[in-house]
């Protein structure tokens, strides 16, 4: 009898993989809200991919998608992220965070209040409050209005 030897990694890559493989087909089920399975799938409330453009779209994360949750994890506290040889550190992006940053003047821009424009300006456009483009990691992503709205709503709901 033949046994195979997998190193640890291995096995959360393949764990993870199949874990974001039946995500793809059951996230209808597991979410209360649109903007959280935004978040966790990148998918909208037709089960349909949400398009983007750049963005780290090297190995595992492609195997399921990209989402919000690929980078920022699962409670949108940001953090150091592996993916194969990418290292990245995604920020916390849970609203109170990012409404703190705004007013502290530490959100690369003016001084003031984070809004639904700000938070498009950053998730659709890519670019700072004050116009500093992001990272080139992140995504731009194609949300519509509704979309966008729910998403925000979902980061809102987050405590920090």
């Not at 990209?66 to 699962?74: D, E, F, V």
Request: overall charge negative; some cysteine.
């Amino acid at each position: 009898m033949r046994s195979w030897v997998i190193p640890a990694g291995g096995v959360v890559v393949v764990v993870v993989g199949i874990a974001l493989a039946v995500a793809g087909s059951t996230f209808d089920h597991r979410f209360e809200t649109d903007g959280e399975r935004i978040y966790f799938t990148g998918r909208n409330e037709k089960g349909q991919r949400i398009a983007y453009e750049g963005g780290a779209t090297s190995g595992l994360m492609m195997a399921g998608g990209l989402s919000c949750a690929s980078c920022h994890g699962g409670n949108a506290e940001g953090g150091r992220r592996r993916m194969h040889m990418l290292v990245m550190d995604a920020p916390d992006i849970r609203w109170a965070t990012l409404v703190a940053e705004a007013e502290d003047g530490h959100g690369h821009g003016e001084s003031g209040t984070y809004d639904l424009a700000t938070f498009r300006q950053a998730v659709v456009v890519g670019e700072h409050p004050g116009g500093e483009p992001l990272n080139d990691l992140m995504p731009r992503w194609q949300l519509n209005d509704r979309d966008l709205a729910a998403l925000a709503e979902y980061l809102q709901s987050l405590e920090k």
